[in-house]
């Protein structure tokens, strides 16, 4: 069966320092990966998606950036963070084919002082 | 992307239905309603989808407008564990990505 891991699960990081939050997934190859952002009491923000290895789509300009540099593997960056950058960070997958069906992980929880 | 419009909070009592109506007047025809709940502090799971017809499955049922400008999620007996943020999104058949709205808050009394 597919797993999704997210990690760190809590990261408390100071404004102006890096981050880097690594998602991989099992059991499957060549999916679809995402990464989405949400705000303390906000909506789900699609902030990367990569359809392939090195194949990157941004949908909202920011102080973040993402590399697939492995089938399974998705690594969200920043190498100054803001305190805007609070949140909870989410990676998900899915297959190609069909509908499109989201399988997401636990979540990252960034807290930037 | 074609955009959905749902109510921000709904209320119900236990072992009660539930109906989340969702709205999608501009739906093409490739777009499916897809429908993923989140519990607190935790990812969105997925719920159910569809493209024309009802669906149902163990969690909930789907049910589709004839025309596909609305849909409704149905929850059978709602328990306390379905209390949530519930989405609704539509997601063409060619495209790669999901845009989440805002949601339905729902809140289950005992």
């Known amino acids: 069966s597919q797993t999704i891991h997210q990690w760190p699960a809590t990261l408390v990081q100071p404004v102006g320092s890096p981050l880097s939050l690594e998602c991989t997934v099992e059991g499957t190859s060549n999916p679809n990966l995402y990464w989405y952002r949400q705000a303390a009491g906000r909506g789900l923000q699609l902030l990367f998606y990569?359809?392939?290895?090195?194949?990157i789509s941004s949908e909202v300009p920011q102080n973040l950036s993402a590399s697939r540099p492995q089938d399974r593997q998705f690594i969200l960056s920043s190498k100054k963070l803001l305190l805007s950058d609070s949140g909870f960070y989410l990676c998900?997958?899915?297959?190609?084919?069909?509908?499109?069906?989201?399988?997401f992980g636990a979540g990252s929880r960034l807290t930037v002082l | 992307d074609a955009k959905t419009t749902q109510p921000n909070s709904m209320e119900s009592n236990e072992e009660e239905p539930v109906h989340l109506p969702c709205n999608h007047s501009?739906?093409?025809?490739?777009?499916?309603i897809h429908w993923y709940r989140q519990l607190p502090s935790q990812g969105p799971e997925y719920v159910i989808h569809g493209l024309t017809s009802n669906v149902n499955n163990r969690m909930a049922s789907l049910a589709i407008a004839e025309d596909r400008k609305s849909s409704t999620l149905i929850l059978h007996r709602a328990t306390l564990r379905d209390a949530a943020v519930y989405y609704c999104i539509l997601a063409s058949y060619n495209t790669d990505k999901l845009i989440f709205g805002t949601g339905t808050r729902l809140q289950v009394f005992p």
């Open positions: 990569s359809v392939g290895i090195g194949q």
């Open positions: 998900a997958w899915s297959v190609k084919a069909g509908a499109n069906v989201l399988t």
């Open positions: 501009t739906i093409s025809g490739t777009d499916y």
